[in-house]
């Protein structure tokens, strides 16, 4: 199985770290999506990374299908929890951190823009919600060690790889004063024991 991916797409992260916590070998293929020969044109009409290209020659995307897909694929060490239940609460963490994340994106290709075509409302509006997103994020989390039911679960994985693209593309930026992890202490707790994992180590987002 191929992934197309970007080195810091938050998205793809998250399909390398289920991946290698599932102990699956994937082919990497690094793409740069600007490119007019870019292969992700060929398998996602949206043109969008992560894409899992399957030996069939099939393609999954987008990431939340895709790691649903690895989860399924071995029944080591499961990180989607197969209680329904337990799962919802899974999903939900995921589809909050993905959602930190839409925002964030959508901050930083604002901000790619000339300066003199940049909306400051709509950057404005994001940032609320990466601010309102890890605020209930970092609510959530509280005291726990891990997100549902103290296991290691794509609900870390999700959140984790949230919290490494807040912190390349915002780490300057203070929210009252404080930077991330002083404003949201729980999630940079969290963190900071997210990153000692092999998985996370190899796949960190570069500056």
């Excluded at 949206?46 to 071995?74: F, M, Q």
């Excluded at 290709?109 to 994020?137: C, F, H, N, Y």
């Excluded at 891990?146 to 296991?151: A, G, H, L, P």
């Excluded at 940079?188 to 960190?204: E, G």
């Amino acid at each position: 199985m191929q992934l197309l991916y970007t080195v810091n797409s938050p998205y793809a992260r998250k399909v390398r770290i289920v991946a290698m916590e599932k102990h699956i070998d994937l082919t990497l293929t690094e793409v740069v999506l600007s490119a007019p020969d870019c292969p992700v044109n060929q398998h996602n009409p949206l043109g969008k990374v992560p894409v899992l290209v399957l030996d069939d020659g099939d393609a999954l995307y987008d990431s939340r299908v895709i790691v649903e897909y690895l989860d399924h694929r071995t029944p080591v060490a499961h990180l989607i929890p197969q209680d329904h239940s337990a799962k919802i609460k899974v999903r939900r963490w995921e589809a909050l951190a993905d959602g930190v994340c839409d925002a964030a994106v959508a901050v930083i290709l604002e901000q790619r823009k000339p300066e003199s075509q940049q909306s400051a409302a709509w950057i404005d509006k994001q940032m609320a919600k990466v601010t309102a997103g890890l605020a209930a994020l970092d609510n959530d989390l509280l005291k726990k060690k891990w997100c549902v039911n103290e296991t290691f679960s794509l609900a870390d994985i999700a959140l984790g790889t949230a919290l490494g693209y807040v912190d390349l593309r915002f780490k300057q930026i203070c929210w009252e004063g404080k930077y991330w992890q002083e404003k949201f202490p729980n999630l940079a707790k969290h963190y900071a024991v997210l990153v000692k994992r092999p998985s996370f180590k190899q796949t960190m987002p570069q500056p």
